[in-house]
Every structure is written in structure tokens, then in C-alpha cells.
């Protein structure tokens, strides 16, 4: 039976699509993702993420980090609020993952 194991980082700060969104822009922030791939990986409404994208780029949370065509790639962003939001996720992961298989 396959168990469902929610991020620690969902567990915690809740399960909203912003917050799956950022989840899955952290976990895999070596690479830029279109919107499809963005909404199918973080289980986020294409519709919804589309509403999302302008406020996460308001604030720099995510930048345009390259344009195919009319395709734009987007990855984290490196301002000071992602850089919080890295430290409470790698803080987060300290503390419950321990909790969670200890």
C-alpha cells in the first residue's frame, strides 16, 4: 500500500497552492519550468496558477529566467524573502523529518 507523505514544508505551512507552488520551485531549483510543468509537478490548477504567477513575480518570488518563443521558464527567486522562506524550509525539514522516520 502506498503511503502519502506530504512535504514537510506542506505539512507544516499548509497545503495552498501558493505554498505548493514555492514547495516544488525550492525542491528544484537548478532547472526553469514552464507553467504546464509547473502546475502537473506542484498539483496546482493550471487556471490557479495562472492567477498566482503575477503575484509571485510582484514580489519576486519567482523571476523569468528565460523565453522560448511565447514560452516563459520560470525558477525561485533570490530576493531576501525567498532567501526567509529557504531558511524556514530547510529549518522545517530539520525538525519534522525527524519526527516523521525517528
Not at 4 to 21: D, H, L, Q
Not at 76 to 94: A, D, F, H, P, S
Amino acid at each position: 500500500m502506498k503511503r502519502n507523505i506530504k512535504p514537510s514544508f506542506i505539512e507544516v505551512m499548509g497545503n495552498s497552492p501558493i505554498n505548493r507552488v514555492l514547495n516544488f520551485l525550492i525542491e528544484n531549483d537548478r532547472e526553469s519550468w514552464n507553467m504546464n510543468e509547473i502546475s502537473e509537478n506542484a498539483k496546482v490548477g493550471y487556471s490557479t496558477l495562472k492567477l498566482l504567477i503575477p503575484k509571485l513575480l510582484k514580489y519576486d518570488l519567482i523571476i523569468i529566467h528565460k523565453e522560448i518563443g511565447r514560452i516563459k521558464l520560470y525558477k525561485i527567486g533570490t530576493c531576501l524573502i525567498v532567501k526567509k522562506i529557504r531558511e524556514l524550509y530547510n529549518q522545517i525539514n530539520k525538525q519534522v523529518l525527524p519526527a516523521l522516520f525517528g
